[in-house]
């Protein structure tokens, strides 16, 4: 898993709307807020809307403007406290985030509502950005999302983490990242070869054993199948890998339902050598082979 933001107070950003209240000193937002349609009321002044701008700079009546961008909110509060001090005697400030604009994740793929997500002054979890987005679809594949970050792509398995007691939850997310959790079509095994029922294979939550693809392939072909050339074809970023098995073995079998395979992986079973023979007079003498096979079997 990538390593996530370090947990802390949210950092103001540009296009955050700020609400500010000046106690004892409704003139400074008075004004503004009567343009917004707001109401002191009996709850107190009223607060007026303020938008860092893309410079991350805010002005305010007196205190100018504000350089706010990467601030925690309290520090927000200080810097203007301060700049109001010099025209007013001890004011009281009051600012609060009314609407979170600056830092955003993108959701893609599987989930139920793909699109932007804003991040708010609590850290955002891959499972919360999840279940914001309203959920995975029951096509997703749990053991593949990907979130890119930084320029670097990064895979989570949700399905492993929690069979390995890792805690998933403890995963935040960062601004700008981009999370995909991908469909489970995606992630295809073929089988090949001297199979009974040569097919691609869509792997169960990433997971899927040499034995198992075998028994959803109807198994190697005891008729022209050689058993002790089994063969998986993996491609990787250093090249192409070949892995061979002997599945004459008992003890192969066992080896077989350790062997966990990855996506697009092609797992091919050879032709035994009686069927490479018979193919190959086949090939030379079509129809010679058949009417040889009768004669000798005639009584």
Same mark, same amino acid.
Request: hydrophobic share 40%.
């Given at each position: 898993?990538?390593? @996530?933001?370090?947990?802390?107070?949210?950092?103001?950003?540009?296009?955050?709307?700020?609400?500010?209240?000046? #106690?004892?000193?409704? $003139?400074?937002?008075?004004?503004?807020?009567?343009?917004?349609? &707001?109401?002191?009321?009996?709850?107190?002044?009223?607060?007026?809307?303020?938008?860092?701008? *893309?410079?991350?700079?805010?002005?305010?009546?007196? /205190?100018?403007?504000?350089?706010?961008?990467?601030?925690? %909110?309290?520090?927000?509060?200080?810097?203007?406290?301060?700049?109001?001090?010099?025209?007013?005697?001890?004011?009281?400030?009051?600012?609060?985030?009314?609407?979170? %604009?600056?830092?955003?994740?993108?959701?893609?793929?599987?989930?139920?509502?793909?699109?932007?997500? /804003?991040?708010?002054?609590?850290?955002?979890?891959?499972?919360?950005?999840?279940?914001?987005?309203?959920?995975? +679809?029951?096509?997703?594949?749990?053991?593949?999302?990907?979130?890119?970050?930084?320029? *670097?792509?990064?895979?989570?398995?949700?399905?492993?983490?929690?069979? &390995?007691?890792?805690?998933? /939850?403890?995963?935040?997310?960062?601004?700008?990242?981009?999370?995909?959790?991908?469909?489970?079509? $995606?992630?295809?095994?073929?089988?090949?070869?001297?199979?009974?029922?040569? %097919? /691609?294979?869509?792997?169960?939550?990433?997971?899927?054993?040499?034995? $198992?693809?075998?028994? $959803?392939? @109807?198994?190697?072909?005891?008729?022209?199948?050689?058993? @002790?050339?089994?063969?998986?074809?993996?491609?990787?970023? *250093?090249?192409?890998?070949?892995?061979?098995?002997?599945?004459?073995?008992?003890?192969?079998?066992?080896?077989?339902?350790?062997?966990?395979? #990855?996506?697009?992986?092609?797992?091919?079973?050879?032709?035994?050598?009686?069927?490479? #023979?018979?193919?190959?007079?086949?090939?030379?003498?079509?129809?010679? +082979?058949?009417?040889?096979? &009768?004669?000798?079997?005639?009584?």
């Amino acid at each position: 898993m990538p390593a @996530g933001p370090a947990p802390g107070p949210y950092r103001l950003g540009a296009g955050d709307v700020l609400a500010i209240t000046v #106690w004892d000193h409704p $003139e400074l937002t008075g004004a503004v807020a009567r343009d917004q349609g &707001g109401d002191g009321g009996a709850l107190g002044p009223p607060a007026a809307s303020f938008v860092i701008d *893309q410079d991350g700079m805010l002005e305010f009546p007196f /205190a100018g403007k504000l350089h706010l961008a990467g601030r925690t %909110r309290e520090q927000a509060r200080t810097l203007l406290v301060a700049r109001l001090a010099r025209y007013f005697r001890w004011p009281r400030v009051t600012v609060s985030v009314q609407a979170y %604009r600056s830092q955003r994740v993108y959701l893609d793929g599987e989930v139920k509502a793909p699109g932007l997500l /804003a991040i708010n002054d609590i850290p955002m979890t891959l499972l919360e950005a999840i279940n914001r987005a309203g959920g995975m +679809l029951p096509g997703a594949d749990q053991s593949r999302i990907t979130i890119e970050r930084g320029g *670097q792509r990064h895979r989570v398995d949700l399905v492993a983490a929690l069979r &390995g007691g890792r805690p998933p /939850a403890a995963l935040l997310l960062a601004d700008g990242d981009i999370v995909r959790v991908p469909p489970r079509d $995606e992630s295809k095994v073929f089988v090949g070869g001297e199979v009974l029922a040569p %097919r /691609a294979l869509t792997m169960h939550d990433g997971r899927l054993t040499l034995n $198992e693809a075998l028994g $959803e392939a @109807g198994g190697i072909s005891p008729q022209s199948g050689d058993a @002790g050339q089994v063969y998986v074809v993996r491609h990787t970023p *250093q090249g192409a890998r070949v892995y061979r098995l002997d599945a004459r073995p008992a003890r192969a079998m066992a080896l077989a339902e350790q062997f966990e395979l #990855w996506p697009r992986d092609v797992v091919y079973v050879a032709a035994s050598p009686l069927a490479n #023979w018979h193919r190959t007079i086949s090939q030379l003498f079509p129809g010679e +082979l058949s009417s040889a096979v &009768g004669a000798t079997t005639r009584p």
